[in-house]
Antibody
Framework: EVQLVESGGGLVQPGGSLRLSCAASGFTFSRFAMSWVRQAPGKGLEWVSGVSNSGGKTYYPDSVKGRFTISRDNSKNTLYLQMNSMIAEDTAVYYC????????????WGLGTMVTVFS | QSALTQPASVSGSPGQSITISCTGTSSDIGTYNFVSWYQQHPGKAPKLMIYDVTNRPSGVSNRFSGSKSGNTASLTISGLQAEDEADYYCTSYTRSTTLVFGGGTKLTVL
């Protein structure tokens, strides 16, 4: 069964850091680009980072560039998101998503992990 | 990297057809045929319904169809059913090598 399972969410203070992980199974992880998408409580979806299948190329929107770092370990079938200098606006459910074909469409999603930035 | 523009809500009766629009710019929808649509039920992860403007993934009902004209993409749902009630999001690849989502549209089946 194709599956993505996120972990690492929790409570963090403003200015703090958190690292999310996403364990993939049921498909050849190293063949596909991957992304993180978040959803603030009661709000819409926001793409926050993408990484090529090899890990050699990474992509970010301006809202998180310089604060978030996406990476992957193809030997462990795991995707990561390192979040630094966190702000209240980073509070959201963070979803791991498999790109169907490049940085384009997400055909497999995890259940998400909740991140709360509080003071 | 402004969000794509979608109507906040649309509604229709069972059996009817509805269309949700998604307006971008020449830097995203207008240039690239990389528009996708997602369905999200409350408390659930999103589900891919349409990719590359018009294509349906395996298992998605043919009642769902996509199109594009200029800077605007559209999702049409025909033969509305109660289970179609959900939030719908569009997304597009952009010239900045990023992805941008629409603000989302709440579909109510009356």
């Amino acid at each position: 069964e194709v599956q993505l399972v996120e972990s690492g969410g929790g409570l963090v203070q403003p200015g703090g850091s958190l690292r999310l992980s996403c364990a993939a199974s049921g498909f050849t992880f190293s063949r596909f680009a991957m992304s993180w998408v978040r959803q603030a409580p009661g709000k819409g979806l926001e793409w926050v980072s993408g990484v090529s299948n090899s890990g050699g190329k990474t992509y970010y929107p301006d809202s998180v560039k310089g604060r978030f770092t996406i990476s992957r370990d193809n030997s462990k079938n795991t995707l990561y998101l390192q979040m630094n200098s966190m702000i209240a606006e980073d509070t959201a459910v963070y979803y791991c998503a498999k790109d169907r074909d490049g940085l384009n469409a997400f055909d497999i999603w995890g259940l998400g992990t909740m991140v709360t930035v509080f003071s | 990297q402004s969000a794509l523009t979608q109507p906040a809500s649309v509604s229709g009766s069972p059996g009817q057809s509805i269309t949700i629009s998604c307006t971008g710019t020449s830097s995203d929808i207008g240039t690239y045929n990389f528009v996708s649509w997602y369905q999200q039920h409350p408390g659930k992860a999103p589900k891919l319904m349409i990719y590359d403007v018009t294509n349906r993934p395996s298992g998605v009902s043919n009642r769902f169809s996509g199109s594009k004209s200029g800077n605007t993409a559209s999702l049409t749902i025909s033969g509305l059913q109660a289970e179609d009630e959900a939030d719908y999001y569009c997304t597009s690849y952009t010239r900045s090598t990023t992805l941008v989502f629409g603000g989302g549209t709440k579909l109510t089946v009356l």
